[in-house]
């Protein structure tokens, strides 16, 4: 499976972006797809996760992030993406996204797949 990151930008606090990760070569509707990030110095850290089953409302957020930012995919496009609202300085990181097989999960080793990264950087 290959992922394609794309969205990523500039932007003043308060303001939003929309990630978007293109998935191919695999079956996109089964996989449990996640989106981490990477702040200069720092570990990358988990941001949101949606289910295969979508349709049921399986998604997971980091606390830092919850009532922010909103995970979603279209199934037909092979796509997910991460809806940034309200983006504060803090939230400057490189955004990856990563799938996986099986359920929900905020671990980044438990993924097999991962995009390049887009870079996302909120000015104060």
């Known amino acids: 499976v290959q992922l394609q990151a794309s969205g990523g930008g500039l932007v003043q606090a308060g303001g939003s972006l929309r990630l978007s990760c293109a998935a191919s070569?695999?079956?996109?509707?089964?996989?449990?797809m996640g989106w981490f990030r990477q702040a200069p110095g720092k570990e990358r850290e988990f941001v949101a996760t949606?289910?295969?089953?979508?349709?049921?409302?399986?998604?997971l957020y980091a606390d830092s992030v919850k009532g922010r930012f909103t995970i979603s995919r279209d199934n037909a496009k092979n796509t997910v993406y991460l809806q940034m609202n309200s983006l504060k300085p803090e939230d400057t990181a490189v955004y990856y996204c990563?799938?996986?097989?099986?359920?929900?999960?905020?671990?980044?080793?438990?993924?097999?797949?991962w995009g390049q990264g887009t870079l996302v950087t909120v000015s104060s």
């Open positions: 949606i289910g295969w089953n979508w349709t049921a409302g399986r998604t």
């Open positions: 990563a799938g996986r097989v099986g359920g929900l999960n905020i671990g980044d080793k438990d993924y097999h797949y």
């Open positions: 070569g695999g079956t996109f509707s089964s996989y449990t």
